[in-house]
């Protein structure tokens, strides 16, 4: 048990979600969008859904507790401003489908950083939660500058009455400078996300694909009472290192043919990672 800011506990939201310590949380990069560069009209959201219902599936066959959509291939992203409604309408529409299914917990992420837009889609699909790059604090992003905004989000969450969608936030997101926060330990970021009442924090390598640091999963595993989220480069064979220090992992491109995250989804793949983790907790069972 953690407790808000104001002192009120909040439960552990790793235990609250899936039930158990070593949850698998798959994540799905949506195709592109409407309104993104990539979107192909004449191929429309029929081609957006069958992919994303068809990973879905797959991950919940396979042994994963959860599934997190991100509108991945709306590259190049834009800033949280710049995000149109056509973008959260389509993930809305998304995740909406997802949840009739499948019966995992859902989670949001609408790049870059559009914590707002976000919120709007687990409230309006009945998603559980919602990742931000940058909840606390400001960083250089591909983007440009992108500053935290829980202060504004945390109060259009209460507004639209989506108090129960959760926010995971990351402690120095990859792809991007920290320079302007070269001052603070990975530790005092932490807490200032903690501060700030996310309700699990993620850590990640530096870009995409690259595992988070032990000693960078260690300091935010000791910097505050949050459930701990690794979010990238989780594969089947560093698995077990990852969760000593990480409640969950989310898991993207070594689900993918070729391990990279742009490639097609792999049984294969999927089965292993799953049966990693199961080995990993009958060793912790014994």
């Not at 104001?6 to 235990?15: A, Q, S, Y």
């Not at 310590?21 to 993104?36: D, E, F, T, V, W």
């Not at 949840?99 to 870059?112: E, F, K, S, T, Y």
């Not at 919120?119 to 604090?137: C, D, H, K, L």
Request: hydrophobic share 50%.
């Amino acid at each position: 048990m953690t407790v808000r800011p104001d002192g009120v506990p909040k439960p552990d939201e790793i235990e609250r979600l899936f039930g158990r310590r070593g949850a698998l949380i798959g994540m799905l990069h949506l195709r592109p969008l409407p309104g993104a560069p990539r979107y192909v009209p004449a191929e429309g959201m029929a081609a957006v859904l069958e992919q994303a219902l068809s990973e879905a599936r797959l991950l919940e066959e396979c042994g994963f507790d959860g599934v997190i959509i991100e509108n991945g291939w709306d590259i190049p992203f834009v800033k949280p401003d710049d995000v149109g409604p056509e973008t959260a309408a389509a993930m809305a529409v998304v995740a909406d489908r997802i949840r009739q299914a499948i019966d995992l917990p859902i989670g949001v992420n609408c790049l870059a950083n559009a914590v707002h837009a976000s919120i709007a889609v687990a409230a309006a699909a009945g998603a559980s939660f919602v990742r931000a790059n940058q909840w606390a604090n400001a960083y250089v992003a591909n983007e440009g500058f992108v500053e935290g905004r829980a202060g504004l989000v945390t109060r259009y969450r209460h507004a639209v009455g989506a108090d129960q969608v959760t926010v995971w936030a990351d402690v120095q997101v990859k792809l991007g400078s920290h320079a302007l926060t070269a001052d603070r330990s990975l530790s005092e970021q932490a807490r200032d996300a903690a501060w700030f009442d996310a309700d699990a924090l993620i850590v990640t390598g530096s870009r995409l694909a690259d595992p988070a640091a032990p000693d960078d999963l260690r300091a935010v595993r000791e910097a505050t009472a949050l459930s701990v989220v690794a979010g990238s480069g989780v594969r089947s064979d560093n698995l077990a290192a990852i969760l000593e220090y990480a409640d969950a992992v989310i898991v993207g491109s070594s689900l993918k043919e070729g391990d990279v995250w742009y490639g097609p989804m792999s049984k294969e793949a999927v089965a292993d990672v799953a049966r990693a983790r199961d080995q990993f907790l009958r060793g912790r069972a014994r």
